[in-house]
């Protein structure tokens, strides 16, 4: 695991801690109001083509890699606020270079395989009180995509929730900038604000990050129709056919090649990332 340097963290992280909590960023993991109150269901997105369904039922899914702790906590409740115990959890995300296991085609060159490989991936069943954890390191990016996070919400044989969720900009920035694991020859190309599959979401998977003793820790409130049969967005994967087209909203599918946008630079990227400051 990498540790920042405590000369950073002043500037750096709990600096940028502060000002992501003025952009309310928290609201994502408030408590669960009375039952008479509806909940907004959290909102489907792609799977991508990265999933595999392997039950492995572990809360640490690091696997010695290096990089950033991150724990992520979700809890998962109705739109009544009713806890859903024992519903199965799964979570999937990219390493800090923005390599996913189990594939191959990886890297910016896709020159890389790790079939076989299963870091970054686990399973796990809520408690009484919906609630789940896992011990993962903050991933890394590739192009096309901001930072996110995939997971999945399971009801028997039902997957309810396939979704991804998203980590402030001006947190990645400065990790992918300042610490080597995730340091690359260019920039990221795509943030949060540019990036299709979060704009169409929108708030309810927008993740709430603190910083603990040695660790950063991403939590989101998941709110779920454990009735729900929706139809899963799985583009194909690595190597398989050509998508047919691009879904509304212009986005390519996640993982697609694609041309690589055009990243915003110098003050225009500090707008793009930095949260206004609040008039009055």
């Known amino acids: 695991m990498t540790t920042l340097p405590e000369s950073q963290a002043p500037i750096g992280r709990r600096g ?15 408590p669960a109001p009375a039952a008479a109150r509806q909940l907004p269901l959290t909102a489907q997105t792609t799977e991508g083509p990265y999933y595999l369904d392997l039950a492995l039922e572990r809360s640490d899914i690091t696997e010695g890699l290096d990089g950033v702790p991150l724990e992520v906590r979700f809890t998962v409740r109705d739109a ?22 189990g594939f191959g085609e990886q890297g910016d060159d896709r020159a890389l395989s ?35 996070i995939h997971f999945k919400v399971i009801n028997g044989a039902r997957a ?35 990036d299709g599959i979060a704009l169409k979401a929108g708030a309810t998977v927008l993740g709430s990050v603190r910083e603990e003793r ?11 129709d454990p009735a729900a049969s929706p139809a899963i967005d799985r583009p194909p994967r690595p190597g398989g ?3 047919a087209g691009m879904p509304p909203g ?13 990243s915003p630079e110098g003050a225009a990227r500090i707008r793009a990332i930095v949260p206004p400051r609040a008039e009055g």
């Open 160 to 194: 309810v929730l396939t979704s991804q969720f998203f980590l402030p900009d001006a947190l990645s920035e400065f990790l992918y900038t300042q610490v080597s694991p995730y340091q690359r020859s260019r920039l990221r190309d795509t943030l949060n604000s540019a």
């Open 114 to 148: 790790f079939e076989g490989k299963t870091f970054l991936r686990g399973s796990q069943r809520t408690d009484r009180e919906g609630a789940v954890f896992f011990r993962s390191v903050y991933p890394g990016w590739y192009a096309g995509r901001t930072t996110h």
């Open 16 to 30: 940028l801690l502060a000002a992501l909590g003025a952009a309310g960023l928290s609201a994502a993991a408030s």
């Open 80 to 101: 009544a606020g009713r806890p859903l115990p024992k519903l199965r959890v799964d979570l999937w995300h990219c390493d800090a270079q923005g390599r996913y296991s």
């Open 250 to 262: 212009g986005m390519p599918p996640d993982g697609l090649r694609m041309p690589r946008p055009r």
């Open 214 to 224: 040695q660790r950063y820790v991403a939590t989101l409130a998941l709110v779920v």
């Open 241 to 243: 056919p050509p998508h």
